[in-house]
Every structure is written in C-alpha cells, then in structure tokens.
C-alpha cells in the first residue's frame, strides 16, 4: 500500500491524478444511465419468451400448439408462442419486438377479477429504485366492442393502482418500485376484467431494471513497499481479473505498464541504493470506476559477480577460479570461502554477499576429450605366445628410459608409458606389464586300482584338483577320471589321469542242478580281464557239460582268484505208457489181470467203463491192475487215462480193453 513518506513531488502529481479521476467521473455520470462504478442490470429472466414457457409462473393453465385444433378455446387457458392465430382461429397478433419469428404470452383470460396472469422473483440490491415495463395489446380479431384485460403490476404482493388497458396494438406500462431494505422481489402482472367475450391479450418484453453497484472481486494493489537488491527480479501488484484495464505511471524498469503484475528489476552499480515510486490505475469493468495504489522500492547497490565462461582444461590440469577480494563473504560450493581457488574437473558454484545482497555464479571445468589409446591399465599375459602393445593413436614407448616406436613387442614386466599430442595437450598413458611362465601339471599315465586299495596321483605342481581340493598330489580310492589344473597368473594348464577299477572275480556257477541225458549244460565264468582253469582242463570263460560229474572252475586277475563248483547229475528225460488191449481172467493164471504199465510217469488216473457209460474200475496206481469178478462177463470195455510225465504236459488216452473168459 502507498507509503506514508511520499515525496512533494510524488504528491503532486498524485494530486493531478485523482483531479483527472474526479473529471472523468463526472463525464460518465452526465453521458451514462448509471453512474461511475455502477451498471444497468434486468432481474427478469426469458422477459421475451424467446426460451419458451419457463423461468416464470401463472394461474392460467399452459397449453401447447395443436394444427388444426383450437388449443385456446377454453378460457383461463395461455401459450407461447409467435402468432395468436395458430391457437384460436378468432385471435390475431405476432411478436413485439420481434415479428413474425419472435415468441410472446398469448392469453385466454377468465372472467376472474385480480387473477395473477404472470409472476417471477428476483433477487434485488437494497435502497435502489428500479423500473418495472411490460408491453401488452388485445388479441381478440373483433372490431365489435368487447372487454379488455385490465393489467396492474404487483411488488411483494402490493398491487399498483397503474394499470395498461389491452386494447389496440402494442402498448407499454412502466412503473418505478424503491427495495427499501428488501433482497428479493416476487412481482407479478394481474387482469381485474371480471367479464368474458374478450378479455384475451398479449405480454411480451417484461424487464425490472435498475443502475446497481458493481461489486469488486477485489481492491487494487501496487504491492508492499520493499528493498530488494541489484538485479533482483520482483513481481509488482496481483493476479489480473477479466475486465478490467491497468496502467502504471511509467514502464521504467518494468516489464510492461498495461498489466495488473509486471516484473521490476534494476542494475545498481553505483554504489549507493537507489529509490523508486510506482503506482497502478485500475479501471474496473470499463465503467469508470477507478482506483490507484502505489509501492515504493529501494534497490540496493551491489557489483556484478561472474566466475567467467566455463574452461577446457587437458587431462591432469587444473585452473583458479577467482570470486574477487571485495566481498563480506564467499562461499564456494567445496567448503572453501577463499577469494580464489584451484579446481580440476567438475562443476563449481560460489555465492559472494556484500551487506544484506549475495549472487551466486556457477563454472564447469571441462577436460578436453582426448582420442583413447584403448590400451588397458594393467595386461597379463602368459609367455606362451608372444605379447604385442600397439595403441590406436600416433605416438611412441617409453620403458626404463628408453624410446620405442608404436607398436612394441613386450618382453619384460614393468611399466611401459605411451607418449602422444593432442590439441596442445602432452597425453601420458600407462600400462602394466605382468609376464608369467606356464607351470605343467604332468599327471602320470592311466593305472588300475584294485578293491579296497588306494592309489596317489602325483603332479608337478600344486593345483586345484576335480575334487576341489588344491594340493600337487591326490590320494584315490575310487575308480574314476581325475584331473588337475595348474594357475599362474593368466597361465593354465591341465592334465588327466584316469583310474580303472579291478575287483576280484566274482563268480557263480549256479546250484546243483539235473538234466536229460540228451541236453548239455553250459557253465559260464566270464569277468573281465580274467584267466580261466577249469577242472576238464579247459582254460575258456565257459564249457559244455558232457555228463554227470562236478564240475569246478578257477578265475584269476590282477587282484587274485576266486574259484566255484556245481555238481550236474543226468537222467532219462523221455516217458512211455503201456496199455493192454484184452486180457482173459479165467483162473489160469495166465494173463488175469488188465494192468497199465509205464516210466517217468509223474500221476495217473485209470478209469475203466462199461457199454452203459457206467465207471467199472477207477484207480491212481499203475501198479494196481482191473482183476473182474465172475458177474463181469466176456464183453468189450472202454477206458480213459489221464497222464502227466515227469517232464512234460498231461494227456488223455481212450481205448478199447477185450475181456475173454
């Protein structure tokens, strides 16, 4: 806000301002309907029915438009719309302001005196007079004489004794209404005809209006008055607002003169502050209603600081930055508060003050990019093969002080440097050198292990064996691929034995055992890497048996001898069945009985049948024969044997048996 040590000067031309401000005021009042920061406003909304039958209320009952029907012909009815004919065939009238395409109220009263035609509320300021107008005219398409609407506004439910008669063409009522104390206003229009046969009218362009203040958003505001320092950048005044116009006093200094917020800002190097006044000049809403505010600055002297362009330094360089002796303070972004510094590479900040004022300036130091060599910082390398040094960029070695052209043949370890130019830049790059020998592993050559024995594996240095362990030898118990890898530096080597494993023989003949004499038996010995002593004599894995006998063998390896037997016994493999085919059981003594003979026969069943089927004689033992008594006469018989052989499946036999006495 303005300050109260104003200069005579400042007001002076203060008072020249405001002189101007009264001047145009008056102007306004005496041109205008309103007056300075004042506005023309309508309360009445859709006062020309232009948005169809809202925003409004009546007694009468709302009809639409219906073609070729009568929608008005019932009375204390009422439409909207733009020509009173399309509604009621005896009516006639088009829009007020508007014709023939704009909307008014068309009315078909009721003989009702006071009924209220129109109404809507409002709100309104107090202590304001505003000017209630409606227009009106007859509808009625009748040149006899017929009752016309009498129509009287009513404010807040007091109705005026003013009244517009419809009659003729469009005519107008105006009338003025003081709010008093009051904010809202229910107005409305009313007909007192209390007869029929006409009383049908007309409304359009109603409209309450009156000169109201125009409410602010807010005052105008130049600023606080403050002190800032050189070079400080401060926004003057607030936000703009839509509408409204602002002019300051000058545009010195400022951004612009002819918004609502401009930014100020000043380079005071004289060494002493310097003072500045600024007012703004709001006018609000374009309607001459202006306001002025004022903010006064005090810039602060205080010298530029810069820490100069950023710099491009060669590999290793360093530079001082200089931030100047003239300073209360210094503050560099490393910790140091010195007027100068040494920097290297990176990104540097110091921020220096004098009195209540400080800057801040930033720098990068740069390395210049200089062409990579791609020689890597350490190298080793397995004397094996030979090593060769060669770097991408034209330049020469340097190794024990002496100088070697590029590429070099590496023999020695050390370190070897690489000299080149570069944009006046000498370039030194370093490599180290590490030669190692190779140390051979030498395993010896592949060995057997026999069962429950061990074996040591001996190498010539030590190593990380497949077993993880890390030793020059390796004691084994198993069978299996061993193997040693032996590390010097980048050198390895490695080497492999495999261990084979041999156990006793193992043998099994099988258990004692019988065949038929026709059938030899194969006994089989075999093992690995084995010699063989059979008791026939026979040195072979295997032999044929060639009859009853037992039957040993000896197997002999590396690790020693195992031997076995099987005792083999022969038989008769095949059988025979004999079967009588008569018999004479006379007590002769000769040739009494009916028996079945046989060998290698492992069961039986002999059941022997009369002609009638019935069984005569059943038996299991072959060595019990059929002996009929003397009521079996001379008849044939038949019989049915069931046999099983000692080796091989049971068959059935049938047959006849002659009995002769």
Known sequence: MASEKTSPRLRSMHRTYLFLILFLSLVNTLTAQCGACQSLQNKITNGDFENGNTAFSSSLEYVTFFPFLCTLCPENTYAIGNNATLFHSGFSGTDHTNPPTGDFFIANAPGQEGVEVWCQSASVVPQTTYTFTFWARDIANNNNPHPLAVLRPSFNGEVLTDSLLAEGNWSSLSVNWFSSNETTLDVCILDFQSQTGGNDFGLDDISLTACEPIVLSQPVFAGNDTTVCSRDEINLGIASLPGYSYEWNTIDNLSSDQISNPLFTLNNT???????????????????????????????????????????????????????????????????????????????????????????????????????????????????????????????????????????????????????????????????????????????????????????????????????????????????????????????DTDTTVVMGIALPTIWLGSDTTFCEDSPLLLDATNENASYLWSTGDTTASITTIGSGLYAVEVSNLCGTSSDEILVTNFICSWQLFVPNCFTPNEDTFNEVWKVDGYNIRSIEIVVYNRFGDAIFKTNDMDLGWTPNLQIGDDTYTYRIEVTPMIGEKEVRTGAIYLIR
């Not at 060494?271 to 609000?284: C, K, M």
């Not at 370890?413 to 080149?420: A, D, E, I, P, R």
């Not at 790059?429 to 030669?435: A, H, P």
């Not at 140390?439 to 497949?466: R, Y």
């Open 270 to 492: 004289t060494g002493i502050p310097q003072e500045f006044a600024y007012w703004v000049t709001r006018d609000s809403a374009g309607v001459g209603c202006i306001e002025t505010d004022t903010i006064h600055i005090d810039v602060l002297s205080m010298a530029e600081f810069e820490l100069g362009e950023d710099v491009f330094l060669c590999p290793g360089d360093s530079i001082i930055l200089i931030a100047g002796e003239n300073w209360d303070s210094i503050a560099w972004s490393n910790g140091e508060s010195t007027p100068s510094i040494i920097a290297f590479e990176g990104d540097y900040e110091a921020t220096v003050s004098s009195g209540i004022c400080s800057e801040t300036d930033s720098i990068r130091v740069n390395t210049i990019d200089v062409p990579s060599t791609n020689l890597p910082p350490l190298v080793e390398h397995c004397n094996t093969d030979t090593l060769i040094l060669n770097s991408a960029v034209e330049g020469s070695w340097l190794f024990e002080n002496l100088t070697y052209s590029n590429p070099i043949q590496v023999s020695a370890s050390g370190m070897y440097f690489y000299l080149y130019d570069f944009d006046n830049c000498s370039i030194t790059d370093t490599v180290e050198i590490q030669l190692y020998d190779l140390f051979e592993a030498q395993l010896m050559q592949d060995t057997t292990l026999c069962s429950g024995t061990s074996a040591l594996i001996v190498s010539q240095h030590e190593g990380l064996w497949s077993d993880s362990s890390f030793a020059s030898s390796l004691n084994v118990v198993q069978p299996g691929i061993y193997t040693i890898e032996v590390v010097n530096g980048p050198c390895v």
